[in-house]
């Protein structure tokens, strides 16, 4: 069936460390892909998202490009903050036939140390 | 635009009990999904409803059941409560479209079960 995997956490960075959280994915047809940051005690926030193959989703400094021949979705960030410590989580939704449905990771913390 | 709400944000409950959860969506959108979030499991679908239809629904047994109401709002209720069902429920709001739409989630509800 349909799955993600993200890369085991926790992940501690110091400030302005470069991030990569990798996301892998398998999925029939044509997922849109996305990634949802947590911060403690809140809901998923969504952070960026792409519908098809090569399109980078970007925002808030971070991006992620849709791999289809590697079946990825790795978020980057070029300069971390403190305030960028959160838990991160890949998803993806199959679209129609089942719908309203996002398949996610299991979430990888990050940790940003000043 | 006002986000997600949901109410309320912490109960507790004791085994047994029943439970009802309920979520406001994003003014305009027509699909409200639900998710169970507990660190052993992580983010797990439960179902998805538009137009007041259920037209999704994950694996969880029908202690689980929801309804959507003629202005989109949805409530989720939970019968006889296990300890097991401790965890935070996400609700999600979306225009319903599929293959490219993207899911909002509001705060949470933290169910803690006694």
């Known amino acids: 069936g349909d799955s993600v995997t993200q890369m085991e956490g926790p992940v501690t960075l110091s400030e302005e460390a470069f991030l990569t959280i990798n996301c892998t994915y398998t999925?029939?047809?044509?997922?849109?892909l996305f990634w949802y940051v947590q911060y403690p005690g809140e809901g998923l926030q969504l952070l960026l998202k792409?519908?098809?193959?090569?399109d980078k989703g970007s925002n808030k400094g971070f991006e992620a490009t849709y791999r289809k021949e590697t079946t990825s979705f790795h978020l980057e960030k070029g300069s971390v903050q403190v305030s960028d410590s959160a838990v991160y989580f890949c998803a993806l939704d199959t679209g129609s036939g089942n719908t309203g449905k996002l398949i996610f990771g299991q979430g990888t913390t990050l940790q940003v140390k000043p | 635009k006002a986000g997600v709400t949901q109410t309320p944000r912490y109960l507790i409950k004791t085994r047994g009990q029943q439970v009802t959860l309920s979520c406001s969506p994003i003014?305009?959108?027509?699909?409200v999904s639900w998710y169970q979030q507990t660190p052993g499991q992580g983010l797990q679908f439960l179902f998805e409803?538009?137009?007041?239809?259920?037209?999704n629904k994950g694996n969880f047994p029908g202690r689980f059941s929801g309804r959507q109401f003629s202005n989109s709002r949805s409530e989720m209720n939970v019968s006889t409560l296990e300890l097991g069902d401790s965890a935070l429920y996400l609700c999600a709001s979306s225009s319903g479209a599929p293959s490219t739409d993207t899911q909002y989630f509001g705060p949470g509800t933290r169910l803690t079960v006694l």
């Open positions: 792409a519908t098809k193959a090569d």
């Open positions: 999925a029939t047809g044509y997922p849109s």
């Open positions: 409803y538009f137009s007041e239809t259920q037209r």
């Open positions: 003014s305009g959108h027509r699909s």
